[in-house]
């Protein structure tokens, strides 16, 4: 059987989501319910419907114009192990990876080897946009994010410092 993702949706090119020209994947399912949640049809586990990782694939494969793909949601995360075998796919054939979640890159850390697939999703992303949407700091200045307390995460080099890199895009 192939590896499937339960998602709510697919947007085939965007250039709000991440540096560039995305698709963006929105995974179904969410724990955060951050009041003001930009994507709330995506909170429930019980909605959406599963697509194979393979058929993502061969979307990006057919879009020249593409950067990369930008997993959000939902909550990535939640489904860690195979949005980190899509992300992997996704840099085989040379493109980069963006993820959004509500957990904070600490959070993600302290708990990575608990959680199933955290480890693979994280290592496996370039560009990560943390921590949950907080309507008190909403701003619409900000590029890539919904509010002032969400970074924008270089996770490679953050990983190798062993301190969180800022990327400005």
């Not at 590896?3 to 963006?24: C, F, M, N, T, Y």
């Not at 694939?57 to 949601?73: F, H, R, Y």
């Not at 957990?103 to 080897?113: G, R, S």
Request: hydrophobic share 40%.
């Amino acid at each position: 059987m192939e590896e499937q993702i339960k998602i709510a949706g697919i947007v085939k090119e965007s250039i709000v989501d991440g540096p560039g020209i995305r698709l963006v994947i929105f995974v179904q399912g969410c724990v955060h319910n951050c009041i003001g949640c930009h994507n709330p049809d995506t909170h429930s586990f019980s909605e959406g419907y599963y697509i194979e990782i393979d058929n993502i694939v061969e979307m990006v494969k057919k879009d020249p114009l593409l950067d990369g793909i930008t997993l959000s949601g939902g909550d990535p995360f939640h489904q860690g192990r195979v949005c980190a075998i899509l992300a992997n796919k996704i840099k085989d054939i040379g493109l980069n990876v963006v993820t959004y979640t509500g957990y904070t890159f600490e959070e993600i850390i302290n708990e990575i080897d608990i959680n199933n697939g955290w480890k693979e999703l994280l290592y496996a992303t370039d560009i990560l946009i943390d921590g949950k949407f907080d309507i008190d700091k909403k701003s619409l200045l900000l590029k890539f994010r919904g509010s002032e307390n969400q970074r924008i995460i270089d996770v490679k080099k953050s990983l190798k410092n062993n301190r969180i890199v800022i990327v400005d895009i």
